[in-house]
């Protein structure tokens, strides 16, 4: 698979974990793929951290609205009834539990459900933004993330990079697969049809529980 032929297997396969009257927060980056695969018979909305609920999917090119812009930047559009508000109520509705899945890429996640998506040692990065409270106030927290970066692992025993949250971690969805954390350990859900159980382990550090019949990933 190509680049873009991993993004949008990740952003498939996430949009299937919505479900009818979800309110969902999109991190920056990859996650902001998903509202072009929602099954159109599921209604969901789609939250922006700046301060809208009610976001649509991407533009298409040539039709942006220079006001209409996503946490990162990135141009998005809104669906009729959408509302906007400044970023303080929008963390009200983030820390006031009022969030029902969020999705955020990942630089590292371990065992334990750790999530590391904000930092490089030794690099000017910016700082993790809205994150830390999007991954403790929403109810589900899904990861959308490549399952190894320039070869190396990013699925770990324990995160090397500073935190975002820890345990918080519910479900991670890369293009090999779909992993469940849970109290026991990451157990391997689907498996995406291109790759093998040894594929898997070969490009994951963490140790996983595989039960005898892992299910084909839906997409």
């Known amino acids: 698979m190509d680049k873009n032929q991993i993004r949008e297997v990740i952003a498939r396969r996430v949009a299937l974990e919505l479900k009818n009257g979800d309110v969902v927060n999109l991190g920056i980056g990859l996650p902001t793929l998903v509202p072009n695969y929602i099954?159109?018979?599921?209604?969901?909305?789609?939250?922006?951290?700046n301060g809208l609920l009610g976001m649509g999917p991407s533009p298409e090119e040539g039709m942006q609205d220079e006001d209409l812009i996503n946490a990162g930047g990135g141009y998005i559009t809104a669906l009729e009834g959408a509302s906007s508000?400044?970023?303080?109520?929008?963390?009200?509705?983030?820390?006031?539990?009022?969030?029902?899945?969020?999705?955020?890429?990942?630089m590292q996640v371990d065992e334990k459900g750790d999530l590391a998506n904000w930092s490089i040692p030794g690099k000017r990065t910016p700082g993790m933004g809205g994150a830390m409270d999007l991954i403790v106030g929403a109810k589900k927290v899904v990861l959308a993330m490549e399952h190894t970066a320039n070869g190396k692992v990013k699925i770990l025993k324990k995160c090397t990079l500073p935190l975002t949250a820890a345990g918080q971690v519910d479900l991670i969805v890369t293009e090999m697969c779909v992993l469940e954390v849970t109290p026991e350990g990451i157990v391997l859900k689907e498996i995406h049809p291109e790759f093998s159980i040894d594929d898997i382990k070969a490009n994951t550090e963490a140790s996983l529980i595989i039960p005898a019949n892992v299910a084909p990933m839906r997409m």
């Open 85 to 106: 508000f400044d970023s303080a109520t929008s963390f009200m509705v983030i820390r006031g539990g009022h969030v029902d899945v969020t999705v955020l890429g990942a």
């Open 39 to 49: 099954p159109k018979d599921v209604k969901v909305t789609l939250q922006s951290e």
